[in-house]
């Protein structure tokens, strides 16, 4: 069956893939400095960011990757209080991460401030706390900002970046990671969204050779659920020194704020991989 | 971007979605008296196979479906001897059961004989273990031949068919439950493909209603990736009287056959849901 130009379509050539939303129209559409912007609104995902014809993220399941990229490793650090987000300019993972309330300070720091406007625009929920006094919103290089902010200072660092082709493409470098490595108190955490197991195992198993040849000991990678990425199966890579499989279960069952799809048991269940992908890590 | 007439699309209608296999070419094409059977070479994963436009399975990524609608049932039972798979034609579930040295008879029964000589043709890989003496292949409706099954006398029941709509919709009956119920030993199991969470909430909160209402005691569901199934989001349910987390982890680990998706920590992980999840079928 073909598709009529009421369908939004995202291309994976690569594995030669494509999943489409069906759209009502289209609510904006920009070029920025960066990117080409565009927001859709859907028939049964609520509004869809793309950004160069990517799909960034839909109102219906957002929720899964934020919670996916935030609470993991903020459960796994024994104490975060220097947060630092690359990219993440729609603001919904900033939420998540204040949500903890050690937190004292996130630094978001997405290139293009463009993305951020539109998100307050279409995606108000994602931009409730933007305000918060604890959240500084950075529109400036990542790259160079991880260059200059003084060394051991950082406890988290969470890349929420596009893939890596294009601007996205030096945030899976070995000169970035050792920046985050120098960045990151001795106790710091990394983590780094990792695409497909399915469509990107090639891709996956280089980051974690990057991540370790970057200063990073100990890296371990986990899944969870994403419907409008390319495959449906997404992971995350977190890097540190220390065991990644261990993180404060009681206070991530204890925890005072709401998440739909993250608990501690899903937390744990994330970082069991299968077979062909254990092989693939080894 | 519109998708050109190279590609097969699948769309989930009551989603809005859709998602597409770049193929090179349609290898086959038939109206049988329940279906028409198509399969195509697609250009990245191997061989396709459609009934009524719906994907059934690809050759790159059916391991995930066929181990795990197999093997979490057969080491959650105890001893697994006499097996029973409703529907199933493609003969990659079958395949898998014959792996547990311990069943001595399987009952594969699928309505359509046209599904499974098209599979020996079209997907040799799954059709292997078709001979094997305690395989029984049975081309009739699966629901008359559970009617007729002396009670108490199976293990275990597979029911690896097509979406609850059109000839698969009796398949998720109380009536068929019950009968289900009536054939399986006190201590047999059940176990159903059960669809995607994200886009199919309300049939996997009516599933377990129903399951309980035909006459079992407890409900299980867990989850898999799928790439090639809407929302790349797939659950099996389980069915029986104990409890259905349980399984048998050291026989799991020490099996004697490979897997590539499925082990024994993937089966204890694939038990928890997220909490959207389990509020809907708290």
Known sequence: MNLDNTWFTEIEKSNNFAF????????????????????????????????????????????IYHEMMTHPILFTHLNPKQVVIIGGGDCGALKEVLKHKGVEKVYQIDIDERVTRVAEQFFPDLCTTNNDPRANLLFEDGIKWMQNVPENSIDVIIVDSTDPIGPGEVLFSEQFYAQCRRAL??????????????????????????????????????????????????????????????????????????????????????????????????
Chains 1, 2 share one sequence.
Not at 42 to 59: C, V
Not at 210 to 238: N, R, V
Request: proline share 4%; charged share 20%.
């Open 20 to 63: 489409s939303l069906k759209v009502k129209r289209k609510l904006h559409e920009e070029q920025s400095p960066y990117q080409k912007i565009e927001v859709y609104e859907t028939e049964s995902f609520g509004n869809l960011l793309t950004l160069d014809g990517l799909t960034m993220l839909t109102d219906r399941d957002n929720f």
């Open 185 to 282: 108190k001795p106790d710091g955490l990394y983590v780094q969204q990792s695409e497909s197991p399915l469509f990107q195992l090639n891709l996956l198993q280089s980051m974690h050779k990057t991540l370790q040849a970057g200063g990073f000991a100990m890296t371990q990678t986990y899944q969870f659920f994403q419907c409008t990425y390319p495959s449906g199966w997404w992971t995350g890579t977190l890097a540190g020194e220390g065991d990644l499989t261990e993180f404060r279960y009681e206070d991530a069952e204890n925890k005072d704020f709401t998440t739909h799809y993250y608990n501690p048991e899903i937390h744990s269940a994330s970082l069991i991989l299968p077979n062909f992908l254990l092989e693939a890590l080894a």
